[in-house]
């Protein structure tokens, strides 16, 4: 699992430096990705502890990696690919555009891995780690690199999608609904080519649901803590976790659907107290969803009730914010959004966050 890492975490995060380092970062300066809002580190554990890590700044639309450790028995297995890989989508989310590094000429291992994540060198620093060993300055172009082909196709067929939509709302003309279907059957087509395991005429059925003008949807999620602040998970018929929570019926005010969604998963009778926030699920949970969502984000308290069997989960648990399971649908809410509403439960006041 990949998360955050938060101020408790600095010794882990230094012995991880002090074992993989011939300099290491001193605890200060480790202890400063944690608690400066302009930095970020993110910490790999597995079942016997942390096992790598990596560290980066950011200012504006750029940021810089300055630290990437892997555990010397757990190398050569993927992990620091996997570290940077979320390192660039979190980035990407907070806006940033280019990424940039520098490692030693000598490191080739740590070159290699760069370039096939799609980094590339624009610069060195001649005898920068001593003499013949020249730091190498490599940058990633976060617009660049990510729009593959198929991520092209699923943004052109969800313009088409929005286009056709709109004109399938408001036009009176029969030829033009006829056009509009046409090109709303086109988007499907191009959807099937992205996604893996859709049909032509399951897509076609997706758009259909989701027909009129191509506004956001709106999803309420259910924060629920106990007094040892562990947070309430349900487990969906998918085998994997998260908090109750759902879209956002027609008829029902943001308020009504979180007490509904707690109730119809979770078997619980809550009382909304705070809004911690809201949040736009394509840059916080999943850059790759095919439709736009605000998600809010609100702490309840529990007033009654106990789980029983529904259509929608087979399971109802408290879980430690350290603990939580593998399975865990970060598409539906992630840790950090867990962490922020503790957060929010423990502060006198409290001003929604929204992106």
């Keep these: 699992m990949i998360r955050r890492a938060y101020p408790e975490d600095t010794d882990l995060l230094l012995q991880l430096e002090e074992d993989a380092m011939d300099h ?42 300055g630290n990437l450790c892997v555990r010397e028995d757990m190398r050569r297995k993927g992990i620091a690919r996997d570290i940077i890989r979320e390192l660039k989508i979190r980035l990407k989310d907070k806006g940033i555009k280019t990424i940039f590094l520098e490692v030693s000429d000598r490191n080739g291992p740590a070159k290699d891995l ?81 996604v893996e395991g859709i049909t032509k005429e399951e897509a076609k059925d997706l758009f259909a649901k989701n027909d009129g003008y191509p506004t956001p949807k709106t999803e309420t999620r259910a924060i629920i803590f106990n007094d040892k602040d562990q947070v309430l998970l349900v487990k969906d018929y998918d085998g994997k976790w998260t908090v109750p929570g759902g879209w956002c019926e027609r008829d029902l005010t943001v308020k009504q ?20 926030a809201v949040h736009s699920h394509k840059m916080r949970n999943n850059p790759k969803s095919f439709f736009s969502c605000f998600k809010y984000l609100i702490l309840c308290d529990v007033k009654g009730g106990s789980f029983r069997e529904n259509d929608e989960t087979t399971e109802c648990a408290y879980f430690d914010l ?28 409290w001003v929604p966050e929204y992106d």
């Excluded at 096992?51 to 980066?56: K, P, S």
């Excluded at 969800?158 to 009176?172: E, I, V």
């Excluded at 350290?322 to 539906?332: L, Q, R, T």
């Design 257 to 276: 659907n979180v007490v509904k969604e707690a109730y119809e998963e979770a078997g619980l009778e809550v009382e909304p107290v705070r809004l911690v």
């Design 24 to 65: 290491p970062w001193t605890r200060e300066d480790i202890k400063a990705l944690t608690e400066d809002c302009k930095k970020m580190a993110l910490l790999m554990e597995d079942e016997k502890g942390a096992v790598g890590y990596i560290g980066a700044s950011f200012v504006l639309d750029e940021a810089e990696i």
């Design 322 to 349: 350290d603990s939580i399971p593998e399975n865990f649908n970060s598409h539906k809410v992630n840790i950090d959004q867990i962490r922020l509403c503790l957060k929010a439960k423990h502060a006198d006041m």
């Design 114 to 194: 760069y370039i096939k994540e799609g980094f590339s060198e624009y610069s060195r620093r001649k005898d920068y780690y001593g003499p013949g060993d020249d730091a190498v300055l490599m940058r990633y172009d976060m617009e660049e690199k990510e729009k593959t082909e198929q991520d092209r196709l699923l943004e052109i067929a969800s313009r088409l999608h929005a286009f056709s939509s709109a004109g399938l709302t408001y036009t009176k003309d029969r030829f033009d609904k006829d056009r509009f279907q046409e090109i709303r059957d086109i988007a499907a087509e191009l959807m099937t080519l992205k």
